[in-house]
């Protein structure tokens, strides 16, 4: 190196003293992804993936020394991770998505992101020290998850819906839609999901007795509606309850974004996923288009994910018309409020149908409601189990067969209508005190 070369290091390393962490990555970065192939990249990624990573971490030192930067090991270390991760997975997300703890991520700004974490069944809200480099930086990361999926926002489409390859959901929204930026959620995809067992003596979200009523309502052929706020874990129950449903019996599931793991338990299952419109607007099929092609597939039971619109017609119509047993979830705040819900969606549908036909509908469709809710302290319980029991004038009346007070869900000691039909269909039941006093 000449005198000259010396002296223009040492410049640059005394300039770069002053640098920020951020400006730093990105510099790097962009060093760093000029010296590669992403079409190369990606065919060796296929045959050698761990030899990818060894090169790419090298390829950070190359570009440090390259440019004279006096790194602390500690910072070299991190830079290596940062610059692997924005081209191999999703840039600062990446930890965040692999740890098993987090169940959803929401960027909200640039240096805005928060965490969703679940520690001993319960769920709290965190802010991280994740900061994006800029507006850009968060777009890219946007790109690494669409791009293998084969989605993408822009201007024309500034927001998307998606599930990912390992059933994650994300959605995305971008200006001029988004205010502050792009925002990025992601409802992770748990590995293993929670079963009844779980919910019963890990978490303690309903009691044994309340369980084996539930399991009998289930191979009983009852209509169930689970009910809930966002993040209270309808889908977990949801699950949990369809692994009570025979074997022998064809189920049908029917969802906006694959949750649902009944297929990995069931030997009878198939799966049906709505499918949004492109970006010309056409090829949507909705949700209501699938429960009615769902009715055409011989299903003994049919599980709907989530009743958000005019599908409901075609749900409650199926469970009026011989297909017992459905299960499916809507958003509300309580039984009485799952009942309204019902209704406007119904009225979503378009059709001209009088208030009390409605309700009459909802009152012989549904058997059941299932209330779930995310306490204060981030646990989820069972907060009602509610009978539906026909119609008083134009009200739907609802009894608690199971409330939660005093920190349990306890038996209220209410006559549980649907005993006999129960006993019609399995002939034998348990020995609980609420199907005994019941008969």
């Known amino acids: 190196m ?35 192939n992403p079409q190369e990249l990606v065919e060796e990624l296929r045959l050698n993936p761990h030899k990818v990573r060894r090169d790419l971490l090298n390829l950070v030192d190359q570009v440090v020394a390259e ?12 830079m290596q991770h940062f610059v692997v991760d924005e081209i191999l997975g999703l840039g600062p997300l990446d930890p965040m998505v692999r740890d098993q703890e987090i169940e959803e991520i929401m960027v909200n700004k640039i240096d805005e992101v928060w965490v969703a974490r679940r520690v001993r069944g319960k769920v709290t809200m965190e802010r991280t020290d994740i900061v994006f ?17 084969g989605r993408r926002v822009d201007e024309a489409n500034p927001r998307v819906d998606a599930r990912l390859k390992d059933g994650s959901r994300v959605n995305v929204i971008i200006p001029p839609l988004a205010l502050d930026g792009p925002v990025i959620t992601i409802r992770k995809f748990p590995e293993r999901y929670l079963t009844v067992d779980d919910l019963v003596y890990k978490l303690n979200s309903l009691t044994p007795e309340a369980c084996e009523f539930l399991e009998t309502c289930v191979k009983g052929r009852l209509n169930i509606l689970i009910s809930g706020g966002t993040g209270s874990g309808k889908t977990t129950l949801l699950n949990a309850l369809a692994g009570f449903i025979n074997d022998q019996e064809r189920i049908v599931t029917v969802e906006d974004t694959a949750e649902l793991q009944v297929h990995k338990y069931k030997p009878h299952v198939v ?22 092609n769902t009715l055409r597939m011989r299903p003994d039971r049919i599980v709907v994910g989530e009743c958000r619109r005019g599908e409901t017609v075609d749900m409650l119509q199926a469970m009026n018309t011989g ?21 406007n969606m119904f009225l979503m549908s378009g059709l001209d149908v009088p208030t009390r036909a409605i309700r009459q509908q909802i009152a012989m469709a549904i058997q059941l409601i299932v209330q779930l809710r995310r306490l204060p302290d981030g646990s989820r319980k069972v907060t009602h189990i509610s009978e539906v029991c026909g119609m008083e004038g134009d009200t739907v009346l609802l009894e608690s067969l199971y409330l939660y ?10 006559k549980f209508q649907n005993v006999r039909k129960l006993k019609e269909t399995l002939g034998r039941l348990p020995s609980l005190s609420i199907i005994n006093r019941s008969l």
């Open 2 to 36: 000449t005198v000259n070369e010396r002296q223009s290091t040492a410049v640059r390393r005394q300039e770069r003293e002053f640098i920020s962490t951020r400006e730093l990555r990105k510099l790097i970065r962009e060093k760093v992804y000029a010296k590669i």
């Open 67 to 78: 440019e004279g930067f006096l790194l602390a090991s500690s910072t070299r270390t991190e």
């Open 133 to 149: 480099d800029d507006e850009e930086h968060v777009l890219h990361v946007v790109d690494r998850i669409l791009g293998p999926i």
């Open 271 to 292: 799966r049906l996923e709505s499918r949004p419109p492109n970006i010309e607007g056409k090829g949507e099929v909705t949700i209501r288009d699938l429960v009615v």
């Open 323 to 343: 297909h017992d047993g459905s299960l499916t979830t809507v958003h509300a705040n309580s039984p009485e409020e799952s009942i309204f819900r019902l209704e």
């Open 405 to 414: 007070e005093d920190g349990e869900l306890k038996d209220t000691g209410s």
